[in-house]
């Protein structure tokens, strides 16, 4: 069973929106950091944003101003609301959730779910 699941992503136009959804599955329980990072061809994997469960957010430079993370914590999913999109965004997203307590931690990646700007 795959532990996290995207959806959301597709083609769309320069200056579209999108968001994405990642959901746990699997009886994922102690979340502590969501977040997405991102992976175009030929070039380096990058953190998109990232959520605490307290609700603190961080962006990568590239994507500030433009996207917004948020998290629903009694559905155990993470979002990603994209507006403003450029073809720099076009890339492989992937979303993580970290998880851990009393010593022990584990990390959860999805599938990874494509998203394609054309201009």
């Known amino acids: 069973q795959v532990p996290l699941v995207e959806s959301g992503g597709g083609l769309v136009q320069v200056g579209g929106s999108l968001r994405l959804s990642c959901a746990a599955t699997?009886?994922?329980?102690?979340?502590?950091?969501m977040g997405w990072h991102r992976q175009a061809p030929g070039k380096q994997h990058e953190l998109v944003a990232s959520?605490?469960?307290?609700?603190?957010?961080n962006y990568g430079d590239s994507v500030k101003g433009r996207f917004t993370i948020s998290r629903d914590n009694a559905k155990n999913t993470v979002y990603l609301q994209m507006n403003n999109l450029t073809p720099e965004d076009t890339a492989v997203y992937y979303c993580?959730?970290?998880?851990?307590?009393?010593?022990?931690?584990?990390?959860?990646w999805g599938q990874g779910t494509q998203v394609t700007v054309s201009s």
């Open positions: 993580y959730m970290e998880t851990g307590i009393g010593g022990s931690y584990a990390d959860y």
């Open positions: 699997g009886g994922i329980t102690n979340i502590n950091d």
């Open positions: 959520i605490t469960n307290g609700g603190t957010t």
